[in-house]
């Protein structure tokens, strides 16, 4: 009972220091969590920071080079606007001379073969396999047929008559409506755009840097800030003159001095500045138009090794490259917009009226004027063929009337002399000669001459170095001449001196040191040629789409580019100075619980982080070439003081150049760069 009493005292003192000993301990444990969460905190908050920083420089260069690329983009358009609005504007004439619709009496091409081709069958073919391609050529389920090319072609026509201010709304520089014509609206748009672009360069690119700061913090006030350095950013360019558009759209070359050119734009606009390593341009370094070879061939394709006959005239053999060359929108626009078609000469027509078109533009010329078709294809009077609709023949014109002949051409060859060119046998002993730009059959313009006569010369000559014997000629119907030759194929070609389109196979022989090597071997080729009829016509006037247009004036569209005299390529303190930035983003560093414990007395209470970002071109170093870009790098400690320089220098600038940039902020931000500027190399070099 004693010892019962004497045991509650002592329990109670007991309890009291166990839970002394327990507030003590959660007051502990509270302050370890809230460091701990404090910790972590400030971690995250120096990550974010520098998030933000990074976001800073690359968001603000993204925009100059975003920037960089819309000129890029507005200065290759133009040049092909330019291109465009002559080519466009010979569209409908280019249809008229190719076609004869019914308010006409005189045969455009198309008509004219298709009634000669259709005369000469009525009227017979001696040969099987070329009677076969003269009808597939009227063939009307033939979608390549001269048929199915002059519905194509009558379609067009109809559209343009109908609506005859269509094109010109679109092309004439004073159009039919009395306005400008679109086309030339849209370049003086994208020249007003390229000049906006590189004057608000500055505001942009701070404006992108400071939002992608803001984006990353998510938190407004003093506080939170970014800024890009150099405050406000500048690209050197300059605007030169229209003229300066000419040698990029006719050769693919950035502006310069060239010989060809028919106004030469030395000493005004940028002089020369394009180069084969580092200023390639468009055409060549993201289009592809080029070639190695002096062949005018579709742009971006490398000649290969031919195994066929020589051509009429001169062979065209596989060779090494010999000429590297770039081709400008003024080639490439006709060879790829307008198709090739078998039996059509529009893209011939279009191309001689682009160059009438283009001379008003860059020579000044006042008139031009091109062939206007009149096929007579009625060779003798009285022929069948005289169901053309003119009254006249053939044989009546002299040499000094006559503008052209037409012929249709098919080939053979054959490893059996006179291959009669049975179906069966096609591909066995015989075939057509038919590669790109040399089918069978194709129609061939000559040069105006006389009606040729066989007795006296055929009508095509060819290459004697590359015929083994011939050629020889004859008539074999009426209209039809016949050339024969062999020629040897070669034993080095791919073939080894085989042809597997004829059963040819290689041939071996033993050479005179014993070795065993690939001959050549003969081959018969053969070449009829139809005569369709001559050209007759006079010539015609072509319109001048840029009447009224000075290509001398202030306002007239001109390109901007690089000032390569302050910013050439290769050189790292001219994009130092202006092709690399500086992102810098701080946020509070304030502790979120107990501030006033776990702050400490710090001077600058904030997170503050940096971030380098360069705009660089890799294919191309002017503003032709659409491919700036932007990227981030390591801090350049070697000349940090020239950031703390520059953000000393944004106190001023900065607030003029966005409303988000108070001269406070930007002067305490410069201030914890000069003081941690002793400390770069070790801070960044980590």
């Known amino acids: 009972m004693d010892n019962a009493l004497n045991l509650a005292p002592s329990r109670v003192r007991s309890g009291g220091v166990v839970m002394v000993i327990t507030l003590l301990a959660i007051i502990l444990i509270a302050s370890l969590l809230f460091y701990v969460f404090n910790v972590g905190t400030s971690v995250q908050s120096r990550v974010v920071t520098q998030h933000a920083a990074d976001s800073a420089a690359i968001g603000g260069a993204s925009q100059v ?3 960089m690329n819309t000129v890029a983009m507005n200065n290759v358009e133009t040049a092909r606007l330019i291109a465009a609005v002559s080519y466009l504007d010979g569209v409908p ?4 001379l190719s076609i004869t619709d019914e308010t006409e009496s005189e045969l455009g ?7 000669a081709v259709s005369g000469q069958l009525r009227a017979g073919v001696t040969d099987v396999w070329f009677a076969r391609k003269l009808r597939e050529m009227i063939d009307e389920s033939n979608s390549d047929s001269v048929i199915a090319e002059r519905q194509y072609m009558r379609e067009l026509d109809e559209l343009f008559r109908n609506q005859p201010n269509l094109i010109p709304e679109m092309t004439h520089y004073q159009a039919p409506s009395g306005n400008m014509g679109k086309m030339h609206q849209a370049m003086r748009s994208m020249d007003a755009h390229s000049q906006a672009v590189m004057s608000t360069l500055a505001e942009a690119a701070q404006t992108a840097a400071i939002q992608s700061v803001q984006a990353n913090l998510g938190q407004q006030g003093e506080a939170t800030a970014g800024l890009l350095l150099p405050a406000a950013p500048y690209i050197p360019w300059q605007r030169g003159k229209f003229a300066d558009y000419e040698r990029p ?21 940028f002089g020369q500045i394009d180069n084969e390593e580092t200023i390639r341009g468009p055409w060549d370094a993201l289009f ?3 070639t190695t070879d002096r062949i005018d061939e579709d742009p971006g394709s490398i000649p290969t090794t031919s195994r066929l006959p020589p051509q009429m005239g001169r062979a065209r053999l596989g060779r090494e490259p010999e000429e590297y060359r770039v081709f400008g929108p003024e080639h490439v626009m006709l060879w790829r917009t307008v198709p090739r078609r078998e039996f059509s000469r529009l893209r011939d027509h279009l191309g001689n009226i682009y160059s009438c078109k283009s001379s008003y533009l860059w020579s000044d010329l006042t008139s031009r004027t091109v062939q206007d078709t009149k096929w007579e294809i009625d060779i003798d009077y009285d022929d069948e063929r005289s169901s053309d609709r003119n009254s006249e023949y053939a044989r009546k014109y002299d040499s000094t009337e006559i503008a052209e002949v037409m012929y249709v051409i098919v080939e053979i060859k054959s490893r059996i002399k006179d291959d009669p060119g049975l179906p069966q046998r096609q591909g066995i002993t015989w075939d057509y000669v038919d590669i790109p730009y040399r089918r069978s059959p194709r129609v061939d313009f000559r040069g105006g001459s006389a009606v040729p006569d066989a007795s006296t010369h055929p009508p095509y000559s060819v290459d004697p170095a590359s015929i083994v014997s011939g050629p020889t000629w004859k008539k074999v119907d009426d209209h039809i001449w016949r050339m024969s030759a062999v020629y040897e194929t070669d034993p080095e070609g791919p073939d080894l001196g085989g042809d597997p389109s004829i059963g040819l196979a290689p041939k071996l022989s033993t050479s005179s040191d014993g070795t065993r090597v690939y001959v050549a071997q003969e081959v018969y080729w053969q070449v009829d040629y139809m005569l369709v009829g001559v050209n007759v016509g006079e010539q015609i006037e072509v319109t001048n789409p840029w009447e009224g247009f000075d290509k001398n004036a202030d306002d007239a569209p001109a390109p901007i580019d690089i000032d390569h005299q302050l910013l050439p390529p290769n050189n790292y303190g001219a994009s130092l100075e202006y092709l690399t930035f500086l992102g810098v983003a701080r946020q509070s560093n304030s502790p979120k619980f107990w501030p006033t414990r776990f702050q400490g007395d710090k001077p600058y209470p904030y997170n503050t982080a940096i971030a380098q970002a360069y705009v660089f071109n890799n294919h191309s170093w002017d503003l032709w070439t659409q491919s700036w870009q932007a990227n981030l790098e390591p801090v350049d400690v ?9 953000a000393e220098d944004a106190v001023n600038i900065g607030p003029n150049i966005s409303s988000d940039l108070e001269s406070q902020v930007i002067s305490e931000m410069a201030e914890n760069l000069r003081i941690v500027e002793p400390l770069a190399p070790v801070m960044l070099n980590h």
């Open 288 to 290: 592809g138009w080029r």
């Open 93 to 96: 004439l280019a249809v008229d």
């Open 249 to 269: 759209m006719r050769f693919g070359l950035l502006p310069g001095s060239d010989r060809r050119l028919n106004y030469d734009g030395t000493g005004i606009g």
């Open 65 to 67: 080079a975003r920037s």
């Open 638 to 646: 070697d000349h940090f003081d020239d950031w703390v320089q520059k």
């Open 109 to 115: 091409d198309v008509d004219a073969l298709a009634q």
